[in-house]
C-alpha cells in the first residue's frame, strides 16, 4: 500500500486544523465522530467523496447533572457510571468492520483523548457492576447506596483499559490501515521543584497528548499543529505590491518512524495535510515529485 504511513497523532489546540488534516488522508475514510461535531466543523473545507462519519455521544446521566437534593439542601452527585460500557463495545464493533473493509484506507478516531476516557470509565463501569454485585449477595437486604460507588480506578487497575487501547492500535496496524488518532493538548505533572528547595508534584511547564499515555510510544508519526500568519504580494507576479496577511495550518513533526525519514524529519514543519507530509517524504527520500510546502 504506497499511501501507507502507519498510525498518526495529531494534537494541537483547539482551532489548529487537527481534524481538517486527518480528513485529508487517504480514501475511502470512516471518521469516528466520538467529540460530537468535529466532523460537520471540517468537512465543509473539504471533498466528501468516500468519507463517512458516525457519531458516538456520550451517554447523558440526568441523575449526574442534576444532582440530588439532600434534606441539609446540599448538592450531592451520584457516582454511578452507566452506559460507558455500551458506547466503548459500539466504537470497537465498528472499529473492526472498519479494519476488515478491504477498501478502507484510512480510519480516524476524533478525539482519541476523549476515547481514553471513555475506555477507562468503561472499566470502571465494570467494576461497580461487580462491587454492585458483592453486595447484594453479602447484603441481600439492605439497599445499595449509589453514592457509596468508587469514583476512580487505581493505578494498578488500568492494566485492561491499557490492554484494551494497544488492541486497537494493533489491530490497525495489522490490516494496513491508515489510522490517525486525534489528540487535544494538556499540560504534563511531575516532580518539581518549589522554590524553597523542595520538591513536589506540579506542572513541569511541557504540553504533552492529552488521552492513553502510551501513544507517543505506539504510533508511527506525531505531529503538532498550529496556525502561522504570512504577508504575502496582494500581486504574486509583484513581489513590490502590497502584502496582506495569510494563515494557514502547518504541522511540526515531533516523532517519525517513518522509513526514510526517521529522526532528520523531527522539528520539521509541514503543510498540515496528508499531502505535506508525503511531499516531505519523497523530498527527503529523492522523489521525483518532491517539492517544497513551507
Same mark, same amino acid.
Request: proline share 4%; with cysteine; net charge neutral.
Given at each position: ?7 498518526? +497523532? ?19 475514510? $470512516? ?8 466532523? $460537520? $466543523? ?24 442534576? &444532582? ?68 447484594? @449477595? ?25 490492554? !484494551? ?7 490497525? $496496524? ?20 518549589? &522554590? !524553597?528547595?523542595?520538591?513536589?508534584? &506540579?506542572?513541569?511547564? @511541557? ?11 505506539? %504510533?508511527?508519526? %506525531? ?8 504577508? %504575502? ?38 503543510? +498540515? ?12 527520500? &529523492?522523489?521525483?515529485? +518532491? @517539492?517544497?510546502?513551507?
Amino acid at each position: 500500500m504506497d499511501d501507507l504511513l502507519g498510525i498518526t +497523532a495529531i494534537c494541537g489546540d483547539e482551532g489548529t486544523g487537527k481534524t481538517t488534516m486527518a480528513l485529508t488522508f487517504p480514501k475511502p475514510l $470512516r471518521h469516528f465522530d466520538i467529540d460530537v461535531g468535529g466532523y $460537520r $466543523r471540517a468537512i465543509w473545507r473539504l471533498d466528501t467523496t468516500d468519507s463517512s462519519s458516525k457519531s458516538y455521544p456520550r451517554p447523558i446521566q440526568v441523575n449526574k447533572l442534576m &444532582g440530588q437534593q439532600t434534606v441539609s439542601t446540599r448538592i450531592e452527585v451520584p457516582k454511578k457510571v452507566t452506559g460507558m460500557k455500551e458506547l466503548w463495545q459500539d466504537v470497537v464493533t465498528d472499529f473492526v468492520v472498519a479494519c476488515q473493509d478491504a477498501t478502507i484506507k484510512t480510519i480516524i478516531l476524533d478525539s482519541s483523548t476523549l476515547l481514553w476516557s471513555i475506555c477507562h470509565n468503561s472499566r470502571l463501569q465494570e467494576l461497580q457492576e461487580i462491587q454492585l454485585a458483592k453486595w447484594k @449477595k453479602e447484603h441481600p437486604n439492605i439497599p445499595f447506596d449509589e453514592n457509596d460507588y468508587r469514583e476512580r480506578l487505581q493505578p494498578v487497575e488500568y492494566g485492561p483499559a491499557n490492554d !484494551r487501547m494497544r488492541t486497537l492500535l494493533h489491530t490497525a $496496524r495489522s490490516f494496513g490501515k491508515n489510522l490517525v488518532l486525534v489528540h487535544y493538548p494538556t499540560d504534563e505533572y511531575g516532580t518539581i521543584q518549589d &522554590g !524553597r528547595g523542595n520538591m513536589v508534584e &506540579g506542572k513541569t511547564g @511541557k504540553v504533552i497528548l492529552d488521552g492513553f499515555k502510551e501513544t507517543v510510544k505506539l %504510533v508511527d508519526l %506525531v505531529v503538532w499543529t498550529s496556525i502561522k500568519s504570512n504577508m %504575502v504580494p496582494t500581486d504574486p507576479t509583484n513581489l513590490q505590491s502590497e502584502k496582506k496577511e495569510v494563515k494557514s495550518a502547518v504541522a511540526k513533526i515531533t516523532k517519525c518512524g517513518i522509513e526514510g525519514m526517521g529522526l532528520s524529519a523531527v522539528g520539521l514543519e509541514v503543510e +498540515a495535510t496528508y499531502e505535506g507530509i508525503i511531499n516531505l517524504k519523497n523530498l527527503m527520500q &529523492g522523489g521525483s515529485n +518532491a @517539492k517544497v510546502v513551507l
